[in-house]
């Protein structure tokens, strides 16, 4: 039964309520037994049966719940770099979509690796993920598009998921654009949608979640509904890729159908802040794809100040959010969104778990919680993401077991 000794701050983020509300704990210990929480608090209160324990030591540092990454696009082939650099000459996100680039260009990119090809990708991207801190990721498909290749994006999901590393999520966006071959007849890809891959996914039990992005360059409120009852009918949960370029009534959708989580919502109105608050949807933010594309924060003091929990991700994919850093996003989201570092923090734990409802298992530090977490080399959360670092996690257990970073021997 290891015990962490030597906590300066500890992060429990035990309270479901409170965007600020990260309960710390000041010179802290924590002790886990196989991979499940027994015991945080102050180490004075240390219960006298667990001293004596192996003993691990923080050396004075930030000890919080692992990182969660509740949004990402973690399989797919090819990268857009010179989409990237045109966008800076100034072509437009949808302009180049409509050339034939964006989506549709790693659709291609993503259909013409093998299994082995797409597994290999991601493998390195979550390993780099988890020396970052970050214990979970929510992995989406949707680079596939046709049955073959998001069952396959999913299949490599749930074999990353049986190797040591964060746990995976996964989520079918089959409906993320109409792709190409069915420009025109938008509504046999919806059928093939809800007749065919969204049944074969639960079938199989590839994901958890069904996804949308509403948009008017990709699916309609009405068509998203129509596809949400079907994947809902599946038992898999609607997620949404909402109010990201205008105002398409995503956020007031996903009150509509009880959406786990709204994402993005740069563009959300009033009304859909209030729907999401009502309605108690997780609201994910997702800075570094709002930045890649000089867009205008969300929201997010409005949306808290509403009651919503918000939550803040990556998005990682090779369009929008090219990179998989999660601190780096939840430092943008104090900077561009006006969150304090303790808000954000709860939006990368626990309110991330709740936006994959896995909120009873992950995302705190409370005795039966899964043992994921990670030493972070700071004193306190305002210090980590005030002094930005390409990586100031020292060490990440998932589980109990120290998969990343160095031995934390006493
Ligand atoms: O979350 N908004 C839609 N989908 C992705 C972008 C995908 C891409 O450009 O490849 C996003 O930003
Ligand atoms: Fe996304």
């Keep these: ?134 214990t979970t990721i929510e992995a989406k498909s949707g680079y596939g598009l046709d049955l073959e290749t998001e069952l396959r994006t999913l299949e490599v999901y749930r074999r990353l998921s049986s190797e040591p590393g964060p746990r995976l999520s996964a989520t079918c966006l089959a409906a993320h654009v109409v792709p190409p071959e069915a420009a025109h007849d938008r509504a046999g890809h919806i059928g093939r949608i809800i007749e065919q891959i969204l049944p074969a996914v639960a079938d199989k039990n590839l994901a958890a979640f069904a996804d949308v992005f509403v948009e008017e360059s990709a699916f309609s409120v009405r068509e998203a509904r129509r596809i949400f009852e079907a994947g809902s009918a599946l038992g898999l949960r609607p997620k949404l890729h909402a109010d990201q370029l205008t105002d398409g009534g995503g956020a007031v959708l996903a009150a509509e159908v009880g959406a786990v989580s709204a994402d993005h919502l740069e563009c959300i109105s009033p009304e859909g802040i209030a729907a999401l608050a009502q309605a108690g949807v997780v609201g994910v933010t997702l800075p570094i794809a709002t930045l890649y594309l000089n867009q205008d924060p969300p929201p997010a003091r409005a949306m808290i100040d509403a009651g919503v929990a918000v939550a803040v991700a990556t998005d990682f994919n090779p369009g929008t959010a090219p990179t998989y850093h999660l601190p780096l996003a939840m430092m943008l989201a104090c900077t561009r969104q006006r969150m304090t570092p303790a808000e954000v923090l709860k939006g990368a734990t ?32 305002d210090h980590w993401l005030y002094h930005y670092r390409p990586n100031a996690c020292r060490a990440a257990i998932v589980g109990g077991e120290l998969l990343a970073g160095r031995p934390l021997r006493a």
């Design 350 to 381: 626990r309110f991330a778990a709740r936006a994959i409802d896995r909120e009873t298992e992950i995302g705190s530090l409370v005795p039966g919680a899964l043992a994921d977490f990670a030493v972070i080399d700071a004193p306190d959360v």
């Design 1 to 134: 039964m290891p015990l962490l000794e030597n906590i300066s701050c500890l992060a429990t983020c035990a309270s479901p309520d409170g965007q600020d509300d990260i309960g710390a704990i000041h010179d802290a210990a924590l002790v886990w037994k196989d991979d499940r929480i027994m015991w945080a608090g102050p180490a004075e209160d240390l219960p006298g049966s667990y001293v004596g324990e192996e003993r691990w030591e923080a050396g004075g540092r930030l000890v919080i719940p692992g990182l969660i990454d509740c949004h990402t696009h973690l399989a797919f082939g090819g990268w857009r770099a010179g989409e990237f650099a045109d966008r800076i000459r100034g072509r437009s996100y949808l302009e180049l979509a409509a050339a034939g680039g964006g989506i549709a260009s790693t659709v291609r990119a993503t259909r013409a690796l093998d299994e082995e090809a797409l597994l290999a990708r991601a493998r390195e991207f979550r390993s780099e993920m988890l020396a970052l801190g970050v």
